[in-house]
């Protein structure tokens, strides 16, 4: 059977203020035509359909237009990710199953697949560590001890089958390397799990990283439609066309179009509006980051007179100087987020939070993980 594996389309989200549901649009034009002319039995869309629990009318509005046409042409198979709302996401779909298209949101119902041809397609939504914990009798709060229940639920049942085991999941597997625009999933411990808990599936199409990342010939990553930041600045993105059958797995990958390549630059403001080098990136948009000794005056205005795209500008000064101190956003990129907040503890008290306070912050994130996953 032919699948094309798509994830984290990340409905509604916006790039440093520029609007992409344009460029969002394009990309379901693209995934459309994909279908259409690859003769594609089943789409996959691994989580993050949108990017927030309480998507704007637009996103939705895309969304439904998005699985009406893809289901002229494939059947569609869409779980929910970790800015998913499981309940809002899974609203009618028993209703759309009758039209090819099937929601799998609910935890519960992980083990029962949809049958498509020759092939048993198992849904496993995003798994909160601490929903699933109790009514399935986990040891721990994990997300490898939640993964490794719902794969063992997905064995027992296509043990009994004679169809090939297809497997959704959204979940950060060892193997794949994280970028600045995925948010943070880890709960007291590691995010990761291992790779070989899918083990005995034909195939497992991964969502929640960003890149495209072929973990082992039967689990991969198709990544996001779209860069959400300058850190996937190599990435290149698109979704996997993949033919599964008793021999293995084999395929391509599709890239995706580009509505803006991205770039970042460094150096003096004199030098980068000088240097004719950087004459291809005049059209990009841009993470530019000054190394004057002095802030210059009005940086933002004159970049933007040579490179009209910019959109982040940051001051790094050689050697040090007035602007050795970091911004907030620098300084709190890439870290969790009870992390985040112990900056703001210590930066507020002149000192930094005790084990009492940490503990605080750890339990009201944990309050507000478990708030949005039940919206």
Known sequence: MRFLHTSDWHLGRSFHREDLLAAQAAFVD????????????????????YDRALPAVDAVKLCNEALVRLAEHARVVLIAGNHDSARRLGFGSALMDAAGVHVRTDFAAVGEPVVIGDAAVYGIPYLEPELVRHPWELDERSHAAALAEAMRRVRADAAGRPERSIVLAHAFVTGGASSESERDISVGGSAQVSASVFDGVDYAALGHLHGAWRITDRVRYSGSPLAYSFSEE??????WLL???????????????????????????????????HEALEDRWLQITLTDPRRPSAAMERLRRRFPHTLVLGFEPDGGGEGTARTWSDRVRERSEPDIAGDFVAEVTDGPATPAERALLHEAFEACRRKEALA
């Open 243 to 277: 033919d599964v059958t008793e021999a293995g797995v084999s395929g391509e990958f599709v890239e995706a179009p580009v509505p803006r390549r991205l770039a970042r630059l460094r150096g003096r403001l004199d030098d980068l509006l000088a240097d004719p080098s």
């Open 30 to 49: 693209h995934l459309v035509e994909t279908a259409a002319a690859e003769d594609v039995d089943c789409v996959l869309v691994s989580g993050d359909v």
């Open 234 to 239: 190599k990435h290149v993105k698109g979704s």
